[in-house]
């Protein structure tokens, strides 16, 4: 079944970091670029940055440049978002979402569940 | 950045009844815009891409339009299952730097 499989719900305190996983059983993994977003509550969603699983290439929003880090594990299939210096504005549900290889179709045709990321004190 | 508006806030319409949805760009985006739904508790679902491409599984009822910084996604003949929040995408940049409206929350009347 071609689906996007998410870790589970964290609870973190300020300055800690949260390494979130997404594995993508059902289809081949090199196909389609994998990208993460959140969604803080009541926000709208925000694109936090790409990664390709086939070459490792990332791209990250430039508000979370020096916090972020995405990789993947070929092996596996499943490609992890790592935030670090964790705030409580980083309270958000993590989704991970797949887009298509051409460029530029970062539409996302498949999401997550999403992995509820809690941060407090 | 791409700032992307949709109008309006929220939206009461009658099932059975058409709604229309806006979304404007803050420069010209060309034809890349994707429309999702997001229903509680659930992630949202792709609805259209490139502007007016219904996404596989997704019911003739739903159409989308316009390009550049104009956008509309037009639902006719709303079922119960439509009522939720609408949102649009914009993903015109190398490397991607994409962006998201605030949403629409489309209500029964």
């Known amino acids: 079944q071609v689906q996007l499989v998410q870790s589970g719900a964290e609870v973190k305190k300020p300055g800690d970091s949260v390494k979130v996983s997404c594995e993508a059983p059902?289809?081949?993994?090199?196909?389609?670029?994998l990208h993460w977003v959140r969604q803080a509550p009541g926000q709208r969603l925000e694109w936090m940055g790409i990664i390709d699983p086939s070459g490792g290439y990332t791209s990250y929003t430039q508000r979370l440049q020096g916090r972020l880090r995405m990789t993947r594990d070929t092996s596996t299939n499943t490609v992890y978002m790592e935030l670090s210096s964790l705030r409580s504005e980083d309270t958000a549900m993590y989704y991970c979402a797949r887009s298509p290889v051409t460029i530029p179709a970062w539409y996302f045709d498949l999401w997550g569940r999403g992995t509820l990321v809690t941060v407090s004190s | 950045e791409i700032v992307m508006t949709q109008s309006p806030a929220t939206l009461s319409v009658s099932p059975g009844e058409s709604a229309t949805l806006s979304c404007r760009a803050s420069?010209?985006?060309?034809?890349?815009l994707a429309w999702y739904q997001q229903k509680p508790g659930q992630a949202p679902r792709l609805l259209i891409h490139d502007a007016s491409t219904r996404a596989t599984g997704i019911p003739a009822r739903f159409s989308g339009s316009g390009s550049g910084t104009e956008f509309t996604l037009s639902i006719s003949s709303l079922q119960s299952e439509d009522f939720a929040v609408y949102y649009c995408q914009q993903y015109n940049n190398w490397p991607p730097l994409i962006t998201f409206g605030q949403g629409t929350r489309l209500e029964i009347k």
């Open positions: 059902g289809y081949t993994f090199s196909r389609y670029y």
């Open positions: 420069q010209s985006v060309s034809s890349n």
